[in-house]
């Protein structure tokens, strides 16, 4: 079956006692065991059976089957953000003494989990330019514990080639990491490219217009330790099991996802090319222009689509808020990928803690404005944009 109709029509564990042709709600936190025997099983993991719902929980593993039918993978495990995936991930490969090789391009708060929390923890990060084979190659010894990195940078839009970085990573005896949130995973394989552990902030494209927060980590199997450590450790003893309510809208959201995905894209790709032409717009960034520098690489890895987000660049910092300021239609607000077509300073906002050097050094300009393009017209989203762009003019 296609992707499309897998998202729809994975099958239910169990018939509904009442027939129901979604997955029900199962607001419990506990499990009746028919004998003793049974509840041991479940609690030693001899069988698969929730028995308690920090751990486990009918509606939560529903959302994750379908999303191993739609990936192929070996295990799906729900979290309760993107970042909680995203930590969860890393410890299973991390402990003190080791280190993580990753991109100086990543989102601000994982900088801050690697940089803060887990230095604190006796763990390395070494960030290099991931264009740069031979530097990560260098970068990675026998107390690496993985590769890190995001399939497309936010805001950065850097594309990295995971088919070599994978290989050098095998090379290496490391597993490589994907954050691959910026293109859904029903548009590319990140398996067939090489990714052993894929993670997801599902609060976006798949929660279905932001209704609720979640994370997913996404194991291939490679490294057998990741379920080992996952189902019996770290969702035990770290309690950011997804919850039900979350797993349950983001079922409904994910079945709808290729559909408001591809417009999305669309209207990305629209909104990139007719930007251009406005003058007090300096700089349009997107990876699905054909003059982008990423572009072939990311038609190769992710297909004929290339996100929801781009950039635009404007003259100064001043110009940058009156924009934002003047937006009519669309939303000033934080997050990616919902209905509504959203916009952010990510200089005084997403890395609003970082000095200015340390901003300067991942590339972060203070000229930038993010947008997460939505469902809406795209020729009410491109008035919208020009008028707040041409606001300065007119005053």
Known sequence: MKKSTIAIDTKLPRRDAYGAIAMPVYHTAAYEFETAKDMADAFCGRVLAPEYSRMMNPTVMHLEDTVKALTEAKNVFAFGSGMAAITNALLV????GKNVVTSRHLFGNTVSLL????????IETRAVDLLDLNAVREAIDEHTACLFLEIVTNPQMEVADLAALAEIAHEKGVPLLADTTIIPFTQFSAKRLGVDVEVVSSTKYISGGAT?????????????VVNQRIRYELIPNMGSYMSPHAAYMQSLGLETLDARYRVQAQNALALAQRLRAVPEIKLVNYIG??????HDLAVRQFGDTAGA???IDLAD???????????QLVRRATNLFDNKTLAIHPYSTIFGSFSGKQKAAMDVRDTTI????????????FEDIVQAATQNNRL
């Open 309 to 311: 987000m781009l950039t």
């Open 212 to 224: 609720s927060l979640g994370g997913l980590v996404i194991d291939y199997g490679t490294f057998p």
């Open 289 to 294: 222009l054909a003059d982008n520098p990423f």
């Open 93 to 96: 490969f991390v402990a003190q």
């Open 370 to 381: 993010r947008l997460s393009v939505g469902l809406e017209d795209v020729d009410d989203l």
């Open 115 to 122: 940089n803060n929390t887990l230095s604190r923890l006796g």
């Open 317 to 327: 910092r001043k110009a940058c808020f009156s924009f934002i300021d003047h937006l």
